[in-house]
């Protein structure tokens, strides 16, 4: 107690200077921006701060305190652990244990944050052979204080012990669980800059495994080697300093170890980087395209460093090698070239490379020679290389391969050669985009289409795409969509319509490549509408002939047709997860059949669809067993506009549960299984009132089901008839019990809602957040209100971010208002909402009291 108390003056004075150094430091780097600085000024003030800490609690006797892991390596970010190995020369004494633990309580009290382990030289020994992380700790071990000697046996013991062969085999084999943790990709939403593919990270393991090989210890000395060439140096210099910096700001902005380059951080790290909108982009959105760019640079030369270190450490043998021709060989599996400078003397020789992989699927990549070779003549693809007819040609070639596209592609993206050969794609490469439902840079997203597409090909993907890879099937030319695909968002981020800029970048293309007439027309067309079959699908109603019928002039023939909708469904698959789903699937197919029929004959007007629609309804009701009289009760009281907007299959299983219960004073609610499992179809017969759409609405809240579609229809005797669509949270693929259940509980939610009454003020209504990405980058709600031109209904859009119960509100905005839904057409796009409604109400008549109602929606919708 006495020694505490008379050491305490010391340490409170120790924690000051260092919190000073410290404040010193970061200061420093506000002004000049030079992260090696900072980081080693922090580390400096460490070093100091513990040998001066050491002097009030000392280390057990011939004991040694050293540096590990970053801290080892001479950095220390602002708010990272201090890595500190106490080494000692046997087995810990009680007075050990204790002079140990005051020590690390102390570092704790300093600010320090200590990570740290108690071994002797053996224990290392013992678990750097099961631990590749804990090898490669001491592989950077940094002596600090106490006994020197002790330090140095360690250093010389781990040597001994390196197996550089094992080593590296054992930091690929981390790396590559490391980058599938992290999807294998650098262009995450929120990348960690620290260990996703292309961080810092994979900078690390270059350093560490040119140290194991003896190589050097810092990338100017493994500079003088020839591993590393003068200007993949320079490359990895200008990345790493890049990436030290954002890893410092991610720190002092957060006011925490934070190494994720998360939503709410990214518009304050954009203003501290001085970054400003333009041309209609978000400033988080350049610097997360400069943070690309720099993890692609990373990832490329991490995938070349690392297969060169592999053939230095693994030597081929003599029989390795195949020949292929002139220029090409196979060796061990990969593409070699026989020359160094084959690229660099006949720069067609890069494209005619992926033919050559294309052509030989037993080849697995290219060598790390090769790699490199392409890598350093990309510069040679100019307007020169991009005039010469050969090169055209053999682009279309790739394109047009029975196999490998795909990698292909792939390839050429990361080695910046697809760029440089397309330089409107060199645009959108990383380029994000904050739209709520795109989860990839539009260059990758580019890339899953095509792959989506690729995918209708192959039989074994049948299984999964079975409509979209029988029309596949018998397309003429699929290479085609293939150039529709990355040419249809390739002037995201310009300003302006991107589908109508894109068809003039693809008309261009086809000039340039000779693609003729009646191809380059489909190419135009397939960019230029490349939206709107999944807008008519999602958002029009399907059941108006006239919907179909205006959607047949655009596509003219069955040709378009095809193509357009095997596009879609590549486009809608490649966007998210989150936005595909069977429904939609369904939806796209159904207006593609309807186009295909209208297409093969004469259009029928309203009349003819009204009777062909009740003729099959009636013929299915007969299967069904009941007679026409029985159904007739039934009709009488429906309306056209209820048979024009439902299907022969609805209105037949409406009318089997509804036809003897015509006035029924209890609610009748039915739910059945969409196609395979993929939605539930609810229909809900009552006598209509008021309030009715908001306990519907509450109950799908509850129960946490998506509403994708609704049909509000009133009888001609006062009962509602309304049909949904919904989805089961993701988790419950049960939709067969969970029909019953619904069937039972929303009736019994009526009933209790009919006797207690609904209170549709806003104050009763929680509302809840929506996910982070939409708090951070939000979308301004739009409403906009348009009479429909054949009655006296109101077609209103809104356009919102999507959160929990959004639907119920707008359906309580609705009642407040007294505004009748008459149908609806829900489209959820990952975090973001289009909706359609057709609504009817005294107030739209009226222009200040539907402004009333606008603002009282738009309030709804808000976020803030």
């Not at 200590?114 to 750097?128: I, K, L, N, W, Y």
């Not at 039989?459 to 999964?464: F, I, S, V, W, Y």
Request: proline share 4%; charged share 30%; hydrophobic share 40%.
């Amino acid at each position: 107690m006495h020694r505490a108390a008379s050491i305490a003056p010391a340490l409170d004075a120790l924690r000051e200077r260092h919190a000073d150094r410290r404040k010193a430091a970061i200061a420093a780097f506000r002004e000049h921006l030079r992260p090696d600085t900072l980081l080693t000024s922090l580390r400096r003030n460490a070093d100091q701060t513990l040998r001066d800490l050491v002097k009030l609690h000392p280390l057990p006797a011939h004991a040694t305190l050293a540096a590990v892991g970053g801290y080892g390596r001479g950095e220390l970010f602002p708010y990272s652990d201090v890595d500190v190995l106490v080494l000692l020369r046997g087995t810990a004494s009680e007075d050990d244990s204790a002079r140990i633990a005051a020590l690390i309580a102390a570092m704790w009290d300093l600010g320090l944050e200590p990570g740290h382990s108690v071994r002797t030289v053996a224990d290392c020994q013992q678990e750097a052979a099961s631990d590749i992380t804990v090898e490669t700790a001491l592989l950077e071990a940094r002596w600090l204080a106490g006994s020197k000697d002790l330090f140095k046996h360690l250093r010389s013991t781990m040597q001994e012990q390196l197996d550089v062969q094992m080593f590296f085999q054992a930091k690929r084999a981390e790396m590559q669980q490391r980058h599938a943790r992290h999807q294998d990709t650098p262009y995450a939403l929120e990348p960690n800059c620290k260990e996703s593919p292309g961080g810092l990270r994979d900078l690390q393991v270059l350093l560490w495994l040119a140290q194991a090989a003896g190589l050097g210890r810092s990338w100017r000395e493994i500079a003088r080697s020839d591993w590393l060439m003068p200007s993949e140096y320079r490359s990895l210099r200008r990345a790493e300093q890049a990436f030290k910096r954002l890893r410092i700001e991610l720190h002092l902005l957060a006011g925490r170890r934070e190494d994720r380059v998360l939503f709410d951080l990214q518009p304050g790290l954009a203003r501290i980087y001085g970054f400003e909108p333009a041309r209609g982009r978000r400033p988080s959105e350049i610097l997360m395209q400069r943070y690309y760019w720099a993890a692609r640079v990373v990832s490329q030369l991490n995938v070349i460093l690392m297969q060169s270190m592999e053939e230095r450490l693994f030597p081929l043998g003599e029989d390795q090698t195949r020949r292929i021709d002139d220029d090409f060989c196979i060796v061990r599996g990969r593409l070699g070239t026989y020359r160094e400078d084959a690229f660099e003397r006949n720069p067609a020789l890069l494209f005619r490379a992926f033919l050559v992989m294309q052509e030989h699927p037993e080849i697995e990549g290219t060598t790390a020679r090769t790699q490199r070779a392409m890598w350093h003549a990309r510069h040679r693809i100019d307007a020169q290389f991009r005039r010469n007819p050969i090169n055209r040609r053999q682009f279309l070639q790739i394109l047009q391969q029975p196999r490998g596209i795909v990698h292909a592609l792939r390839r050429m993206t990361m080695l910046n050669i697809l760029p440089r050969y397309l330089p409107v794609f060199r645009r959108i490469v990383g380029q994000m985009q904050h739209d709520l439902f795109h989860i990839y840079t539009v260059d990758q997203h580019i890339l899953m289409v095509v792959r989506n597409l690729r995918r209708f090909t192959m039989p074994e993907h049948a299984q999964e795409y079975p409509f979209a890879s029988q029309l596949m099937a018998s397309f003429d030319s699929p290479w085609l969509l293939y150039v529709a695909a990355l040419f249809h968002d390739i002037a995201k981020g310009r300003g302006g319509d991107h589908s109508e800029l894109g068809a003039r970048e693809v008309r261009r293309f086809c000039n340039d490549h000779g693609i003729e007439r009646r191809d380059k027309e489909l190419l135009v067309f397939l960019v230029r509408q490349h939206l709107t079959m999944s807008m008519v699908a999602q958002k029009r109603d399907l059941s108006d002939p006239d919907v179909v019928r205006h959607f047949v002039q655009v596509v003219g023939n069955e040709r378009r047709l095809t193509a357009l909708y095997l596009l879609t469904v590549a486009d809608i698959r490649g966007t998210s997860p989150k936005v595909w789903n069977a429904w939609k699937g369904k939806l796209l197919e159904d207006l593609y059949r309807l186009t295909l029929v209208m297409l093969g004959g004469p259009q029928p007007d309203r009349s003819t669809v009204l009777e062909q629609r009740k003729q099959a309804a009636a013929t299915e009701i007969r299967k069904m067993g009941l007679r026409d009289e029985s159904r007739d009760a039934f009709w009488r009281e429906l309306d056209v506009a209820y048979f024009l907007r439902h299907d022969a299959s609805e209105i037949a299983w409406h009318t089997r549960h509804l036809y003897y219960r015509v006035a029924s004073e209890e609610p009748v609610v039915k739910a059945r299984v969409v196609g395979l499992n993929e939605a539930l179809q609810i229909m809900v017969y009552t006598r209509d009132r008021r309030d009715l759409f908001v306990t519907m609405c509450r109950y799908f809240e509850r129960r946490v089901l998506s509403v994708l579609d609704a049909r509000v229809h009133t009888t001609r005797h006062g009962w509602a008839l309304d049909s949904f669509i919904v989805l089961l949270p993701a988790h419950d693929k049960d939709y067969r019990s969970n029909a019953s259940l619904v069937e039972h509980e929303l009736a019994q939610a009526l009933i209790s809602d009919e006797q207690s009454g609904v209170d549709v003020n806003e104050a009763s209504m929680p509302r809840r957040p929506g996910s982070r990405r939409a708090r951070v980058f939000p979308i301004v709600p739009n409403v906009s209100l348009q009479p429909d031109e054949r009655s006296a209904s109101w077609r209103l859009s809104v356009t919102a971010s999507d959160r929990p119960g959004l639907l119920h509100g707008m359906a309580r905005v609705f009642a407040r208002n007294r505004i009748e839904l008459k149908m609806a057409k829900i489209m959820t796009l990952g975090d973001r909402v289009e909706d359609i409604f057709i609504v009817e109400g005294d107030i739209l008549g009226h222009p200040r009291e539907q402004l009333r109602f606008e603002r009282d929606l738009l309030a709804m919708l808000d976020t803030r």
